[in-house]
């Protein structure tokens, strides 16, 4: 596991944003504890997840999220980096999380719409954004440094909500130029070393998961492009429905500049 483990950390696809989001969690969890409306900040960061989470579902989580910048690039040189537990992966566990937290969440905002118009409102609102900010803080770096980077991620409930909130992108059928999915260029053309599998975060199997159109497609995916990067064959790359339906001429696996997408 030791090389492997090497091999996760050496072998990731880094755009500066996402290697330096994190600092966002030192003014939120950290600063907020001083300035509570620092707090404000997240309801505009669950706003642009959630639109993301329609547009090309969990996009935020791998390329843009604070917590997950912390967990890969801070956390992860340290990390024990085992494999995730099933039940961390279960439905039961992402259901659980995400009613825990819509629940807890919705009787702080409750309790604190109580006291609209007073001095202390924006401080309270925040606050409650700012623990809700710190816990993640605590309990997602505990597992990134226990168990794996992103295990947090396997239930994280603001993943579930772009899971939702992709679903209905889906449904509506308003997603379709910008679900951007892991695809193959030529299936015949991979060699089965399992390469893309090995690195991926959050322990998804995309050799083994193309579909009819040659597309993983997995809403676990946080579409962070490591796969991409890692294949020895260069057979993998981002597409959406119409691009992978058209000429078929757009297969770069663009290493060089991010053109992965
Ligand atoms: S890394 Fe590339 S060649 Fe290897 S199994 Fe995955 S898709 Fe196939
Ligand atoms: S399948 Fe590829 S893009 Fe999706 S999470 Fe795994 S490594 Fe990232």
């Known amino acids: 596991m030791g090389s492997n483990l090497h091999y996760i950390r050496k072998n990731r696809f880094s755009p500066r944003l996402r290697k ?13 504890l001083w300035h509570p409306r620092l707090g404000l900040l997240v309801i505009p960061v669950m706003l642009a997840l959630g639109i993301l989470g329609f547009l090309n579902g969990k996009y ?29 992966r279960s439905k039961a566990m992402v259901f659980f999380a995400f009613f825990w937290f819509m629940f807890m969440l919705g009787q702080r905002l409750i309790r604190v719409s109580a006291t609209f118009g007073a001095a202390s409102f924006l401080d309270s609102l925040g606050f409650i954004f700012v623990m809700n900010y710190l816990v993640v803080t605590v309990s997602g770096s505990a597992l990134a440094f226990y168990v794996r980077p992103r295990a947090w991620c396997s239930f994280c409930p603001m993943g579930t909500f772009q899971v939702l909130m992709y679903k209905l992108g889906k449904l509506l059928r308003l997603n379709r130029v ?12 991979c060699r089965k ?20 159109n040659n597309r993983f497609d997995n809403e676990m995916c946080i579409r962070c492009a490591t796969c991409a990067v890692n294949c020895p064959a260069g057979i993998l790359s981002f597409d ?13 696996a663009s290493k060089n500049s991010g053109g992965i997408y």
């Open 240 to 252: 959406n429905e119409r691009r992978q339906s058209g000429t078929g001429a757009l297969r770069a």
């Open 178 to 189: 910008t679900d951007k999915k892991v695809t193959v260029s030529a299936t015949e053309a």
């Open 193 to 212: 070393c399992g390469k893309c599998s090995l690195v991926c975060p959050m322990q998804l199997e995309p050799y083994r998961g193309f579909g009819d």
């Open 60 to 88: 935020w989580c791998g390329n843009l999220c604070p917590h997950g910048s912390l967990f890969d690039y801070v956390i992860m040189p340290v990390s024990r980096n085992k494999k995730i537990p099933g039940f961390l």
């Open 20 to 32: 330096y989001a994190w600092i966002f969690i030192l003014l939120v969890a950290l600063g907020g």
